[in-house]
């Protein structure tokens, strides 16, 4: 073998070295983000209020917040699960504070990753029930479980109905909440409105992709650390 030869070799295993450096420590990076706002909770102030728009949005906030930002998320998508982990504890002390109210767009592209086929939409449907009691802090104590502690595997997992409906007494959702969860009465207006949330994030960020957060017309990174401090100090 020719010296020329060995030396192109030994290039080309110093790049795939360096290669995977860089991708370990992207990776350690982004595994050791830490949780914003750790030990505040779920929203409690009572003055916060849920809202649940004709359209299917459920707005989560005091009535006077100087912000209002759009977050489209599907129950099933983990990545949506470690936004509310980092950053949910930090959003909810701002909407406590009246520095931001939350619009939550919910969609259900990810359906088919359900064993039941079906739990996005009927998560979907939960949030709905529990939102259109208007109890704030109910709502966020649910929203908060069912996209962390409780949130389903993709590819098998899946919540029963009154399993859901579980989650929301725990929250200190109303019977009629819960009833509406375990009958299943809002799913049908929860399909249709998944499905316009899907078109509106499409026609805000060009694909549908969860989680994706946007302030007026612009996206917001949600892999900066400060982001929430940044939209909302």
Same mark, same amino acid.
């Given at each position: 073998?020719?010296?020329?030869?060995?030396y192109?070799?030994?290039?080309v295993a110093?790049?795939?070295?360096?290669?995977?450096?860089?991708?370990?420590?992207?990776?350690?990076?982004?595994?050791?983000?830490k949780v914003?706002?750790?030990?505040?909770?779920?929203?409690?102030? =009572?003055?916060?209020?849920?809202?649940?728009?004709?359209?299917?949005? #459920?707005?989560l906030?005091?009535?006077?917040?100087?912000?209002?930002?759009? %977050?489209? *998320?599907?129950?099933?998508?983990?990545?949506?699960?470690?936004?509310?982990?980092?950053?949910?504890?930090?959003?909810?002390?701002?909407?406590? *504070?009246?520095?931001?109210?939350?619009?939550?767009?919910?969609?259900?592209?990810?359906? !088919?990753?359900?064993?039941?086929? /079906?739990?996005?939409?009927?998560? %979907?449907a939960?949030?709905?029930?529990?939102?259109?009691?208007?109890?704030? =802090?109910?709502? $966020?104590k649910?929203?908060t $479980?069912?996209?962390?502690?409780?949130?389903?595997?993709?590819?098998?997992? /899946?919540l029963?109905?009154?399993?859901? $409906?579980?989650?929301?007494? /725990?929250?200190?959702?109303?019977?009629?909440?819960?009833q509406c969860?375990?009958k299943?009465?809002? %799913?049908?207006s929860?399909?249709?409105?998944?499905?316009?949330?899907?078109?509106?994030?499409? $026609?805000? %960020?060009?694909?549908?992709?969860? =989680?994706?957060?946007? @302030?007026?017309?612009?996206?917001? @990174?949600?892999?900066?650390?400060?982001?929430?401090?940044? #939209?909302? !100090?």
């Amino acid at each position: 073998m020719s010296s020329r030869t060995t030396y192109a070799l030994g290039g080309v295993a110093l790049l795939v070295i360096v290669l995977i450096v860089v991708l370990v420590v992207r990776w350690n990076s982004d595994h050791t983000l830490k949780v914003q706002g750790d030990g505040y909770g779920p929203v409690h102030d =009572p003055a916060v209020s849920a809202l649940l728009d004709s359209d299917g949005a #459920i707005v989560l906030g005091k009535p006077n917040a100087a912000k209002t930002i759009d %977050v489209y *998320e599907d129950p099933m998508c983990p990545n949506c699960g470690s936004l509310e982990h980092l950053y949910g504890q930090q959003i909810a002390q701002k909407i406590d *504070e009246g520095k931001l109210a939350v619009r939550y767009r919910l969609v259900n592209f990810l359906d !088919p990753k359900s064993a039941g086929k /079906d739990y996005s939409t009927r998560a %979907v449907a939960a949030n709905e029930c529990v939102a259109d009691a208007g109890d704030g =802090p109910a709502y $966020a104590k649910f929203h908060t $479980a069912l996209f962390t502690a409780k949130q389903p595997s993709e590819d098998g997992g /899946d919540l029963s109905n009154d399993q859901l $409906a579980a989650i929301a007494k /725990d929250a200190g959702a109303s019977t009629e909440a819960q009833q509406c969860i375990t009958k299943g009465q809002r %799913v049908d207006s929860a399909r249709n409105h998944a499905q316009a949330a899907m078109a509106a994030v499409k $026609a805000a %960020v060009g694909q549908v992709r969860t =989680p994706t957060v946007v @302030d007026g017309t612009t996206e917001i @990174d949600v892999n900066d650390a400060g982001w929430v401090g940044k #939209i909302a !100090p």
